[in-house]
């Protein structure tokens, strides 16, 4: 168990490195870009090119969000070593196959009344899913929020990613052996499930609209 432990804190120091180094990079290669960007901006703007200004300008502010959104990889934020491992290695994932990946974090997720194993084990399940069906859209997007509602007594993470297929019938996919892949055994979404009936604090909520597939996992208080 100890080395485990040190395994999973070495991977994340390992993974918050690489964080700040991309972001790190990053921000010195918007610097050197910055004096040519609003030079640039200047030309524009003296030949009222509306159309490049607002171009450059949504240029750059990609690259402000970018960064920004990066910053959420810190494991004083995500504080659950597993849930940071699982999470960082899913983003650079996503990330390796041009899916945008938004994380948000607004809870302390040490006091969610669940194991991190179980956690972790969902998570890693909805995430793959998730990175599956965003690849396969023109416009890859999944996001990923951990909130707190206090009045009533309850976390909720939620997982959104685009998706295509649109008529996808949302009891089919949680039968066991239902998988949309070849060579697949289907039996994720169904384990999640298991886990989820067997949890007596638990609920998961599954939605679609015309852009966004999501999963809604609420955890209730026991105390």
């Known amino acids: 168990v100890k080395l485990e432990k040190q395994?999973?804190?070495?991977?994340?120091?390992?993974?918050?490195?690489?964080?700040?180094s991309i972001m790190y990079?990053?921000?010195?290669?918007?610097k050197h870009?910055?004096?040519?960007?609003?030079?640039?901006?200047?030309?524009?703007?003296?030949?009222?090119?509306?159309?490049?200004?607002?171009?450059?300008?949504?240029?750059?502010?990609?690259?402000?969000?970018?960064?920004?959104?990066?910053?959420?990889?810190?494991?004083?934020i995500i504080n659950d070593p597993g849930v940071?491992?699982?999470?960082t290695t899913k983003y650079y994932m996503a990330q390796e196959i041009y899916i945008k990946m938004n994380i948000e974090v607004m809870t302390d997720l040490t006091k969610m009344e669940i194991t991190s194993y179980e956690l972790c084990k969902i998570l890693a399940i909805l995430l793959d899913n998730a990175i599956e069906e965003a690849?396969?859209?023109?416009e890859k997007i999944i996001r990923v929020s951990f909130r707190r509602e206090e009045k009533n007594h309850r976390a909720i993470i939620k997982i959104e990613n685009t998706y295509t297929n649109k008529d996808v019938n949302i009891d089919d996919i949680f039968k066991k052996g239902f998988s949309g892949k070849e060579n697949?055994?289907?039996?994720?979404?169904?384990?999640?499930?298991?886990y989820v009936k067997n949890r007596k604090n638990s609920d998961l909520f599954t939605s679609k609209n015309d852009k966004f597939f999501s999963q809604e996992l609420t955890i209730y208080d026991t105390k």
């Open 84 to 87: 940071y491992s699982i999470l």
């Open 184 to 194: 697949h055994s289907g039996i994720g979404l169904w384990e999640v499930r298991k």
């Open 135 to 138: 690849e396969k859209c023109d």
């Open 25 to 30: 990079d990053s921000i010195r290669g918007f």
């Open 33 to 76: 870009d910055y004096a040519n960007m609003l030079q640039a901006l200047s030309g524009y703007v003296l030949t009222g090119e509306i159309d490049k200004i607002k171009t450059v300008c949504d240029t750059m502010l990609d690259e402000c969000v970018e960064v920004n959104e990066m910053g959420i990889l810190d494991p004083n």
């Open 7 to 20: 395994a999973t804190r070495i991977h994340n120091l390992e993974a918050y490195n690489k964080t700040l």
